[in-house]
């Protein structure tokens, strides 16, 4: 197996680990073309999947299956499948201090409003849904766009920062 051909893992990370870091998840598989493999995990994960981001997910026929509330410490334990990058994309867990993660992967904080925050109704919620949907489709688009194995440690990391000051066009 050649660099390029390398399949490259990538946790998403959040505090509660039910929307945004499940539809990064999600996104990852379905996007990555065998290339990336998606995980997601919370600091602190609420135990359950929000209902809107399952529902945004089959919409946009974006398989789920397995989809589940996690603590981050599954990734950190013998085990555990190799981590290559660790994407937070709630602010809360990326000022927390994370576990040792083995291998010393790639970090970066890609920071989205957190849709199951949102009051109001079921509209609003499926809009906010969506645009967080959009926004991390964009940055992992992007992402996966990267020549990452002719790029240098330093250089990658710019990039996985220029990535989450991005916004979709």
């Not at 809009?127 to 688009?141: D, G, P, T, V």
């Amino acid at each position: 197996m050649t660099d390029t051909d390398r399949r490259y893992n990538i946790l998403v990370l959040c505090t509660g680990n039910s929307a945004r870091s499940i539809l990064a998840e999600a996104l990852i598989n379905h996007l990555g073309a065998g290339r990336f493999r998606g995980f997601s995990a919370g600091s602190q994960p609420n135990g359950r999947v929000n209902p809107h981001a399952l529902a945004l997910l089959a919409r946009m026929n974006i398989p789920a299956e397995g989809a589940r509330s996690k603590s981050w410490d599954e990734f950190a334990a013998p085990g555990a499948p190799p981590i290559d990058f660790v994407i937070t994309v709630c602010d809360n867990a990326a000022g927390e201090v994370c576990p040792i993660w083995p291998g010393q992967p790639m970090t970066a904080h890609w920071g989205i409003d957190d849709p199951a925050a949102v009051e109001g109704s079921d509209l609003d919620k499926a809009q906010a849904f969506r645009k967080a949907f959009n926004a991390l489709e964009h940055r992992i688009r992007l992402f996966m766009s990267l020549p990452i194995a002719s790029l240098d440690r330093l250089r990658l990391e710019q990039e996985l920062d220029a990535i989450g000051q991005s916004l979709p066009g």
